[in-house]
Structure formats: structure tokens, C-alpha cells
């Protein structure tokens, strides 16, 4: 017999009973016959022992199924927690960097998450709470609008969750439309967009979808695929310059002294490496793919980047600014 049943064991009622709300605390919660083995009880005491915890206010839940677990209710023990100051700042902030949701259950959830914090917070924090968007401001990008996709934000995110196939017709940039048969994996926020990775079945490969773009989505409720152990969202995208990917080529740069600092300020890929040059401009090489985030990223550097390899972007900034010059002739 293991020393800590025996410990058990040799407990007096009271210290039975702070033990039997340990063991209901216990993530998953505790089958009936295991909190009496442990105790050495009967099932009738067990019985008493969440009889006397439920007249102290501790809600215990018995769960249905091929397995009774039981276990305190999730919202015990609440009440008594008080939120720091540092702690309320980081939930008010990191709230604020969401609110391109706004209209979505997203949305919705993370209110109402946040006001079920309320009593946690003291009287002083909630005065200060008042202050918070003044004193700390999440400038957001410019933030596509989901208010209109609250239905097929839902029908994805239940597919995600139950692991079901889905049928979709997707739109994509130029405005031509294609069916797919989509594995969900993974939905991503990027630049205050919502973007859903998944595997087209057709092709066998893992794409990128702006959620926008789809003009419908239908999951296969009674239909389930194996999500993929050795997935990993990271490593998908981990050749790209943001959202997108694909195959990784050797990307050198160079850039004019006068945005050299805001360059070496920053880190713009694992992969990057930046050379100060002699005229105090600077070289940038990394290998990423090259994708639209990497084409639109060097052409808003206008004149103070010179794109030196691979051929085929070098040709492609070339040929965009000399049609973008051509429009002001």
C-alpha cells in the first residue's frame, strides 16, 4: 500500500473532508470508487461527505456517461481571487489588440469573460480600469470586418473543434471562384484578419484561406478526419514572410541609409540577417518564400530598397514601379 493512501487513511472526518474537496479539485475530476478507495470509505459516506460540502456553498458536478467522474464546479473558488493591477492591465490590453472581432461570438465570449472577472478586480483596479484607454492604446492596422461573418466564423470554428471535412467555395484576390474539400487545421490572426489553414484534399497539400473569402463553408457534421499528430502551424508558415508560404529562396536587399535603423531595429524573419554597408545603409538577406506579404513589404520602400536577388523579385519591384511611374507621366 502506497504511503500517501495510508496517509489517507489515518485522516480524522475533518481532515477527510478538506481532502475529498482536494480530490474533486483534481483536473478531469475523480471517479465515486476512487475517492472511496483512497479514503478507505463506503459509498454512503462518500454521499455525506458531498452532502456537508454542498451546505458549505461548494457545488459539486457529477458527470453522466460511461464514467461518473465528480468534481467541484468550475466557477469554485472564484470569488475569493483578487486580479493585480498588472494582471488587469494585461487583460484590458490584450482585449483591446481583438477588437477587429467586434460583432463576432469571438467578441462576444471575451466580454463576457472579462465580466466575469469584474469581482475579482478591486474597488481600486476598477478605478483605474476607467483611465486604461487613455494611458494604454493598441493603435490597431487597418482591420477587416467580420460583423457580417459571424455564421461562417461559427460554422469554422466548429469544424476545427469536432474535426469535421467541410465543403467551400472560396473567391479568391481577382475574383474567380473554386471548390474545395477542406481539412480544417488551424485558424491564425495576421494583421487583424482571420485566416483558416487547412489541407486541400484534392491536392494533398496545406493552403491558406482569408476567411472573408469564402463564399460558402459547409462542414460534414457526421463526416471526421484525423487531425495530423505531426502537424505544426509554426513549421507551415515558418518559410514565410507572414501568412503565406511556400518554397524558401535566398532573398538579398539593400537598403538606403535612411531607412537602415528602422531595418536593424527589427526582426523580421528567423532567418534574416542584416550587414551594415560602408555609405551606412545596410544589406538584408533571408530565406523565405516569395510570397505576396514579401512583394507588397519591399515595394512600400520605394526608391530606398534595390532588390538583388532572386531574379525572378528583382524583375518583379523593377517592372511594379515603372508601370507605377508610367501612371503619373
Known amino acids: 500500500m502506497k504511503p500517501d493512501k495510508l496517509d489517507d487513511l489515518k485522516l480524522n472526518k475533518a481532515q477527510k473532508l478538506v481532502r475529498v ?28 461527505y458531498l452532502a456537508d460540502l454542498r451546505r458549505v456553498g461548494v457545488s459539486v458536478d457529477e458527470a453522466a456517461g460511461p464514467e461518473r467522474l465528480l468534481s467541484v464546479s468550475g466557477g469554485y473558488g472564484r470569488a475569493g481571487v483578487q486580479l493585480t493591477l498588472a494582471e488587469v492591465l494585461s487583460l484590458h490590453f490584450g482585449r483591446t489588440l481583438f477588437t477587429f472581432l467586434e ?16 469581482p475579482s478586480i478591486s474597488k481600486f483596479n476598477k478605478e483605474m480600469l476607467d483611465s486604461l484607454d487613455r494611458k494604454f492604446l493598441a ?7 467580420y460583423r457580417e461573418d459571424a455564421d461562417l466564423l461559427d460554422e469554422v470554428v466548429s469544424a476545427l473543434i469536432h474535426s469535421n471535412p467541410a465543403d467551400a467555395e472560396y473567391r479568391g484576390a481577382r475574383g474567380q471562384s473554386r471548390i474545395y ?6 485558424l491564425a490572426t495576421y494583421r487583424q484578419g482571420l485566416y483558416l489553414l487547412a489541407r486541400d484534399v484534392a491536392e494533398g497539400r496545406i493552403k491558406t484561406f ?20 505531426d502537424y ?26 535612411e ?16 550587414e551594415v554597408l560602408g555609405d551606412g545603409g545596410v544589406r538584408l538577406r533571408m530565406r523565405v518564400a516569395v510570397g505576396p506579404e514579401l512583394k507588397t513589404w519591399f515595394l512600400g520602400f520605394g526608391a530606398e530598397v534595390v532588390v538583388e536577388a532572386p531574379p525572378s523579385l528583382l524583375t518583379f519591384v523593377r517592372e511594379a514601379h515603372v508601370a507605377a511611374a508610367a501612371r503619373y507621366r
Open 210 to 229: 482569408a476567411l472573408e473569402r469564402f463564399t460558402r463553408f459547409a462542414r460534414l457534421r457526421r463526416a471526421h478526419f484525423a487531425y495530423p499528430e
Open 139 to 145: 493603435v490597431p492596422e487597418h482591420a477587416k470586418d
Open 21 to 48: 474537496l482536494e480530490l474533486l479539485s483534481r483536473p478531469g475530476g475523480i471517479p465515486p470508487e476512487e475517492l472511496e478507495a483512497q479514503l478507505g470509505v463506503d459509498p454512503r459516506t462518500v454521499r455525506r
Open 232 to 257: 505544426d502551424p509554426r513549421a507551415v508558415l515558418g518559410d514565410g514572410f507572414g501568412i503565406t508560404s511556400g518554397v524558401a529562396e535566398e532573398v538579398v536587399a539593400r537598403f538606403s541609409p
Open 103 to 118: 460583432g463576432t461570438t469571438f467578441a462576444e465570449d471575451l466580454d463576457g469573460a472579462f465580466e466575469r472577472l469584474q
Open 259 to 274: 531607412v537602415a535603423l528602422y531595418l536593424r531595429e527589427r526582426r523580421w524573419h528567423p532567418s534574416a540577417r542584416v
Open 181 to 186: 474539400r477542406l481539412e480544417p487545421l488551424t
